[in-house]
């Protein structure tokens, strides 16, 4: 008995070996099927790409929306257009500036002419600071004239470059004196022989001192016509030339005048106080400095910011709208 047990063993044994066998390859089968399923993935590669392709296509559908827009902002302003925003920051900056004036203290043209010659350089402040003793000394084109240059250069010295401009004023009055007769001419032909005058201070004595129009091209006024887009010339005369084109002659003085305060007190090279400038909707600058309102106003400078400005003699005009007059040269508040 023990022997046909053990020889039905090992068959039945094989049986089930097989048995199993075949039950495993649909087992087997559908492993194969499984692991061959990965390879089988083109769509959805096909789906990415395609994913990809439409974000794309999103992508630059914006881009090609926006197109029109920005050719807009880049489109030309058309000279009438200028013109007329031009004016109107003009009447803009005469309202802020009612009593806008020459910031250098003068009584007469020849002061006048000596103090823009020293302003180059320096601020109208220290020129105002530094003038009433050298016209207390020197109070006419004869007296400068015949100054002793170490004399002038000590009184001249607070204005920096002092060697330069004691020779440009000695030089002047020299002028003045042999080819004038000792008085300062009216005309811009006459002003720029006299050494150390050019067309900008020609015609801030033009303007102030005989009533002549004249568009005084400094630093300022040539910052702010180009921030605002009123030029892109940068030679002095060019812009000069290119903004009296866009205003009638006697609006000259005037202008440079609104130009130059708003340059000062507002409209500054590095922080321009956008957010409380009254031309804010006109220029196409604006966002270049502080447009929070509260932190622009501890930018502005001189009487808009509760300072004061930069004459020591100011006219009624500027004192009647509530502004200070500076201090003299070393006084506890001078410098």
Not at 167 to 180: D, H, M, N
Not at 192 to 216: D, E, H, S, W
Not at 276 to 296: M, N, Q, R, S
Request: net charge positive.
């Amino acid at each position: 008995m023990k022997k046909v047990a053990a020889a039905k063993t090992p068959a039945a044994t094989a049986k089930k070996a097989a048995v199993k066998k075949a039950a495993a390859k649909p087992v087997a089968a559908k492993k194969a099927v499984a692991k061959k399923a990965p390879v089988r993935k083109a769509a959805p590669e096909k789906t990415a790409a395609a994913a990809k392709a439409a974000a794309a296509a999103k992508k630059a559908a914006p881009a090609k929306a926006a197109a029109p827009a920005k050719a807009a902002a880049r489109k030309p302003e058309s000279q009438t257009a200028l013109v007329r925003r031009a004016r109107r920051i003009n009447r803009e900056l005469g309202e802020v500036y009612p009593y806008a004036h020459p910031e250098l203290d003068f009584v007469n043209s020849f002061q006048l002419l000596v103090a823009t010659v020293l302003s180059a350089q320096t601020t109208d402040l220290r020129v105002n600071q530094t003038t009433p003793t050298l016209f207390a000394k020197y109070p006419t084109p004869e007296d400068l004239a015949a100054a002793n240059p170490e004399e002038v250069e000590e009184i001249l010295r607070p204005c920096g470059f002092f060697r330069a401009k004691t020779k440009s004023v000695i030089g002047l009055s020299k002028g003045l004196v042999e080819q004038f007769g000792g008085e300062v001419p009216g005309r811009l032909e006459d002003l720029v022989k006299l050494p150390g005058v050019g067309r900008k201070t020609a015609f801030v004595v033009l303007g102030n001192a005989f009533g002549r129009p004249g568009i005084t091209v400094d630093t300022h006024f040539q910052r702010l016509v180009r921030r605002w887009q009123w030029t892109g010339e940068t030679d002095p005369d060019k812009i000069e030339a290119a903004v009296g084109a866009l205003f009638p002659k006697s609006d000259w003085t005037d202008l440079s005048h609104h130009v130059i305060w708003h340059g000062r007190r507002m409209c500054h090279a590095r922080k321009p106080a956008c957010g409380v400038c009254p031309i804010a909707p006109l220029c196409p600058a604006y966002g270049e400095g502080e447009t929070d309102p509260e932190k622009a106003k501890k930018l502005l400078k001189y009487e808009k910011g509760g300072f004061p400005g930069q004459r020591l003699n100011p006219p009624q005009a500027y004192l009647d709208a509530g502004g200070k007059p500076a201090p003299p040269l070393g006084t506890a508040s001078g410098t």
